[in-house]
C-alpha cells in the first residue's frame, strides 16, 4: 500500500521513544511504521493469525501476520531463521499478553530474503537440544545463533569490556605481544610446536616474559591475547587455545598484587553487571549470582593441604595430601565448592611453580604465588612476583634444565635496572563459566578447540 508512510528502519533492541511511538489501546493514535529486518526465530500460527519473533541480534521483536499474508506460500510454508523484511505499524502488546519489550510488530507487508532449509536439514534438526555433544560442536556455528549460547557472548564482550575500563583506570597500557615464539613460559608439555622458517618454534603459552620487559619503558601494562595449550587430557576447563587476560605490575609486593587482583575482579563485576541488558543475561544465565564480597578469602598452600586432610578429600594416589603434592583439580573444586567463596590460594612450594617463581623471604620453600579458585571452577587465575635477581634467575633455569641462552632478552631485565614486580594470567573462558554458571569452559568460547577438535 504505497498510501501508506514510508517506514524507518530499526533494530530489534530499539525502544527509545523518540523512535518508536507506539499505538496504545487507550489511543488510537498511529504508532511509529517501521521496517525491520532479521530472522525467524519463533513462529507460530494462531487461527487468521501468524506470530513471528524476528531476531537480528540486536534484540528480539514479535511480528504479528494477520489477513490475506497469512495465506502465502512464504508464510505457509516458513521456515525458522529464513530471513525477511517486514515493514508494519508498532503497537503495545494488548494487556495480559506478552512479548519482547511489551512491543509488537503489526505487519502490513513482508518480503523474504533468504529462504531457511526445512524438513531434514531444517536447523532444529541439526542442533536438536539433545543431540550428542560432537554433532552440536560440529554445528556451533548453527549453535550459536541461540539465545544460550548468544548471551553467553554478549557478557563475553561486556567482561573484556569491562577488564579493559578497569585497567585504563588503573593506568594500565594494552600492548599486544606475539603468539609466534621460541621460548616456554608453562613447562614443555603443553607447548605447541612448529616450523618456524626451518627454526623450532612454539606457539605461546603465556605473554608474561613479554609484558615483563615493557615495565620500564611503559609503566604497568596488561595484554588481552589467545594462550595456546597442548593439555593432553579432556576436562571441562581446559581448551588448547584460550583468551588470556595477562598483567603486569612494577614496583610491587605481593600484597599489592593480591590487592590489586581483587579490586580488578570486582571492578569488573560491578561493571558487567552495570550494564542493564547485561545484567538480563547473566540473570538468566545464573539465577543464583551475587558479586563475591569483600575482603576475598587468602589461605595458604600450606593451610589448604590442612584443609584437606580435615575434609578427607584424598590425593590424586587416593593418600591423604602432604606439603608438596600438587593440588589436583578434583580436590582444589571440591575444596572450592565447599568453601564457596573466591579464595586466593597462596604461596605454593617452589617444586610444583613455574621457574620464574620469587621465593618468599620468610619461607624459601615455598613462592610468592596465587591461584584465584572461583565455585564451580576452580582456578580461573594464576600469578606471582617474579624472580628479579639475576643470580638466582640463573640458578633456576640450571634447576630446570632449561638453556638460558634462548631467554637473554628476559634475563636482561635483571641486569638492567632490576626491580619488584609481579602479575598474573585469567583465562577469559573460565571467568565466564563461573560468572554465567556454565558446566564446561567449551561453552564461553566463539568456537572452542581442545583435544581433537580444531574445526569449525
Ligand atoms: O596458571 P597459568 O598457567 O599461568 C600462566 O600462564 C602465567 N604465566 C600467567 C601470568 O602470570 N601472566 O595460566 C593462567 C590462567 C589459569 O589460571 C587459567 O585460568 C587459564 O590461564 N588457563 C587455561 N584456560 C583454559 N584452558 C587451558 N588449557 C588453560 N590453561 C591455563
Redesign the pocket.
Known amino acids: 500500500d504505497t498510501s501508506l508512510p514510508k517506514p524507518v528502519r530499526v533494530r530489534l533492541d530499539v525502544t527509545d521513544p523518540a523512535i518508536i511511538k507506539l499505538r496504545t489501546p487507550e489511543s488510537d493514535e498511529a504508532g511509529t511504521r517501521v521496517r525491520v529486518l532479521g530472522r525467524v526465530h519463533r513462529a507460530r500460527a494462531q487461527k487468521d493469525v501468524v506470530f513471528i519473533t524476528l531476531t537480528d541480534g540486536y534484540g528480539y521483536l514479535q511480528c504479528v501476520l494477520t489477513g490475506d499474508m497469512v495465506k502465502t506460500y512464504d508464510i505457509m510454508t516458513l521456515t525458522l531463521e529464513t530471513s525477511m523484511s517486514i515493514h508494519g505499524e508498532m503497537r503495545a502488546v494488548p494487556p495480559k499478553q506478552h512479548a519482547p519489550n511489551d512491543r509488537e510488530l503489526h505487519a502490513d507487508f513482508f518480503e523474504i530474503i533468504g529462504k531457511a532449509a526445512g524438513d531434514k536439514e531444517a536447523i532444529t534438526t541439526r542442533v536438536a537440544p539433545d543431540a550428542d555433544p560432537q554433532t552440536l560442536y560440529d554445528n556451533r556455528h548453527l549453535v550459536l545463533r541461540g539465545e544460550t549460547s548468544s548471551s553467553v557472548m554478549k557478557v563475553r564482550s561486556a567482561t573484556l569490556r569491562a577488564f579493559r575500563k578497569a585497567f585504563e583506570e588503573t593506568r594500565m597500557l594494552e600492548v599486544t605481544p606475539p603468539a609466534m615464539v621460541q621460548t616456554q ?2 613447562g614443555g608439555s ?1 607447548l605447541f610446536g612448529f616450523d618456524y622458517y626451518g627454526e623450532n618454534a612454539y606457539l605461546t ?5 613479554y ?1 615483563e620487559t615493557c615495565l620500564p619503558s611503559l609503566g604497568d601494562v596488561y595484554c588481552v591475547c589467545p ?1 595456546f ?1 597442548a ?1 593432553k587430557s579432556l576436562t571441562r ?6 583468551t ?1 587476560i ?3 605490575l612494577d614496583f610491587i609486593t605481593f600484597t599489592d598484587l593480591l590487592d590489586h587482583l581483587e579490586d580488578v575482579i570486582c571492578r569488573v563485576i560491578d561493571y558487567t553487571l552495570a550494564e542493564p541488558e547485561i545484567a538480563g543475561y547473566i540473570k538468566q544465565l545464573n539465577p543464583d549470582f551475587k558479586p563475591p564480597s569483600r575482603p576475598f578469602r587468602r589461605m595458604k598452600y600450606d593451610d589448604a593441604i590442612q584443609w584437606l586432610i580435615e575434609h578427607e578429600i584424598p590425593n590424586e594416589e587416593g593418600q591423604p595430601h602432604k606439603f608438596g603434592d600438587d593440588i589436583a583439580e578434583a580436590a582444589e573444586r571440591r575444596m572450592t565448592d565447599i568453601i564457596n567463596q573466591p579464595i586466593f590460594l597462596t604461596h605454593f612450594p617452589a617444586n610444583i611453580k ?1 621457574f ?1 617463581m620469587k621465593k618468599a623471604p620468610e619461607d624459601r620453600r615455598v613462592t610468592e604465588s596465587v ?2 579458585l572461583m565455585p564451580g571452577v576452580g ?6 612476583m617474579r624472580m628479579d635477581d639475576w643470580d638466582e634467575l640463573m640458578a633456576a633455569y640450571k634447576h630446570e634444565g632449561m638453556d638460558p641462552s634462548p631467554y637473554y632478552w628476559y634475563t636482561d631485565q635483571r641486569k638492567y635496572g632490576t626491580s619488584p614486580h ?10 565466564l563459566a563461573w560468572l554465567c554458571a556454565r558446566y564446561t ?1 567449551r561453552d564461553c568460547s566463539l568456537y572452542p578447540r ?1 583435544t581433537g577438535r580444531c574445526t569449525p
Not at 603459552?205 to 616474559?209: A, I, K, N, T, W
Not at 585469567?426 to 571467568?431: N, V
Open positions: 613460559v608453562e603443553t603459552q603465556s605473554s608474561q616474559l609484558l594462550s595449550r593439555e576447563r581446559h581448551l588448547s587455545e584460550y588470556h595477562e598483567a603486569e613455574a620464574y591461584d584465584v582456578e580461573i587465575v594464576g600469578g606471582s609481579g602479575g598474573y594470567g585469567l583465562g577469559l573462558e573460565r571467568f569452559v581442545f
